[in-house]
T-cell receptor
Framework: DSGVTQTPKHLITATGQRVTLRCSPR?????VYWYQQSLDQGLQFLIQ???????AKGNILERFSAQQFPDLHSELNLSSLELGDSALYFC??????????????FGPGTRLLVL | DAKTTQPPSMDCAEGRAANLPCNHS???????VYWYRQIHSQGPQYIIH???NNETNEMASLIITEDRKSSTLILPHATLRDTAVYYC????????????FGKGTLLTVNP
């Protein structure tokens, strides 16, 4: 158990809909990262928040957005969903915001299926 | 980040040591080698990381060659639960924020 929690574990929805994925980082961690894992693309970094502020962006679509709240939990919002958005979405956390020594610990993921 | 090369798959007998190689010939002086594993669609699990010295923790040992162009992750006594995809990742120091996962090595531990 990494200490990172994600809800829900599974999500089934229809194209065009909007969903929200939630992540609670490990106690004391200030950074939250979101990753997407699809069959054809592998694990890809989406976005990072550090202490409530966006720190870095990766291959995140404009239809996707995220935020980190004062209690440091984070939400990833996916809108206008398409079939291709079906994937595993992982959240990771680390104590600091950057640096090669900042080990990221991953949550169990949310499996999204868009029908 | 430096690119890594790993074999796509490996087999290991239960109870034996599993040695997983990784080539990172373009690694720079301030880049760390990280190892994660992913067991069947679970969240990636951190294993170990190092810069230039060999490292050991309760899960594994990391051996980095003197020229730092390759490394080996060693699981000393593999169990069936160690069957997973193992990712070798090189991260630059400083402001690097993301982990760049390749395809990794599927390690299958056989009874």
């Amino acid at each position: 158990d990494s200490g990172v929690t994600q809800t829900p574990k599974h999500l089934i929805t229809a194209t065009g809909q909007r969903v929200t994925l939630r992540c609670s980082p490990r106690s004391g961690d200030l950074s939250v990262y979101w990753y997407q894992q699809s069959l054809d693309q592998g694990l890809q970094f989406l976005i990072q928040y550090y202490n409530g502020e966006e720190r870095a962006k990766g291959n995140i679509l404009e239809r996707f957005s995220a935020q980190q709240f004062p209690d440091l939990h984070s939400e990833l919002n996916l809108s206008s969903l398409e079939l291709g958005d079906s994937a595993l979405y992982f959240c990771a956390s680390s104590f600091g915001g950057a640096g090669a020594q900042e080990t990221q610990y991953f949550g169990p993921g949310t499996r999204l299926l868009v029908l | 980040d430096a690119k890594t090369t790993q074999p796509p798959s490996m087999d290991c007998a239960e109870g034996r040591a599993a040695n997983l190689p990784c080539n990172h010939s373009t690694i720079s002086g301030n880049e760390y080698v990280y190892w994660y594993r992913q067991i069947h669609s679970q969240g990636p699990q951190y294993i170990i990381h190092g810069l230039k010295n060999n490292e050991t923790n309760e899960m594994a040992s990391l051996i980095i060659t003197e020229d730092r162009k390759s490394s080996t992750l060693i699981l000393p006594h593999a169990t069936l639960r160690d069957t997973a995809v193992y990712y070798c990742i090189v991260r630059v120091g400083g402001s690097n924020y993301k982990l760049t996962f390749g395809k990794g090595t599927l390690l299958t531990v056989n009874p």
